[in-house]
């Protein structure tokens, strides 16, 4: 089944630095590769995603690149503010299934 | 529109009781999932409804876990008996189609 691995588990930036958060996935038939923001005690909040059909999308400070050869797919925060603290989760699905699994997260820390 | 609901959001058993939680998803969305979130890790799915059909729930452990949808809208997950590792945060999703967008609240089960 699908396997999807996410690095670093934990990430330090100063403010105003960029910060890349990496996933792989093992199963080549994924084609939607979500990313979700989950600050303490809340529910995940869907926060950018990419088809397999594009190989970057970017949205203000946030951006997604895609490299299917590779299996890999990275999220890129620019500019980054203590309010980007948080654990941020990648996810791979198909589109036959829609079965999404998730990395094991990667806790943010803007500091100040 | 109204979001996923999920009661209770709060629950401490001791291990080896019995206990529900009942999920009510966006209204007209077919698909409904449950996950399990232990702390410092990713959600993990354990079953995915499409209506009223199980379409995976092949993470579910099904010797103490079940889960069903009846008419195809609400859907409640039980675990009998509890186990210590099982004290986890159990999210429901749903979507309309495809994307993994709106997470309930959460039920934070403590076993004891």
């Known amino acids: 089944g699908e396997n999807v691995e996410q690095h670093p588990s934990t990430l330090s930036v100063q403010e105003g630095d960029s910060a890349v958060i990496k996933c792989t996935y093992s199963d080549s038939a994924s084609n939607y590769f979500p990313w979700y923001k989950q600050e303490l005690g809340k529910r995940p909040q869907l926060i950018i995603d990419i088809r397999s059909n594009v190989g970057e999308k970017k949205d203000q400070r946030i951006a997604v690149t895609l490299n299917k050869t590779a299996k890999h797919f990275s999220l890129h925060i620019t500019e980054t503010q203590p309010e980007d603290s948080a654990v941020y989760f990648c996810a791979g699905t198909t589109s036959g299934t829609y079965k999404y699994i998730f990395g094991t997260g990667t806790r943010l820390k803007v500091l100040a | 529109e109204a979001g996923v609901a999920q009661s209770p959001r709060y629950k401490i058993i001791e291990k080896r009781q019995s206990v529900a939680f009942w999920c009510n998803p966006i209204?007209?969305?077919?698909?409904l999932y449950w996950y399990q979130q232990i702390l410092g890790q990713g959600p993990k799915l354990l079953i995915q409804f499409q209506n009223n059909g199980v379409v995976d729930d092949s993470q579910l452990p099904k010797d103490r876990f079940s889960a069903e949808r009846l008419k195809g809208v609400d859907s409640t997950l039980k675990i009998q008996p509890a186990k210590l590792e099982d004290s986890a945060v159990y999210l429901c999703?749903?979507?309309?189609?495809?994307?993994?967008?709106?997470f309930g609240p959460g039920t934070r089960l403590l076993v004891l």
């Open positions: 999703a749903s979507s309309l189609v495809s994307d993994l967008k709106y």
């Open positions: 209204s007209g969305h077919a698909t």
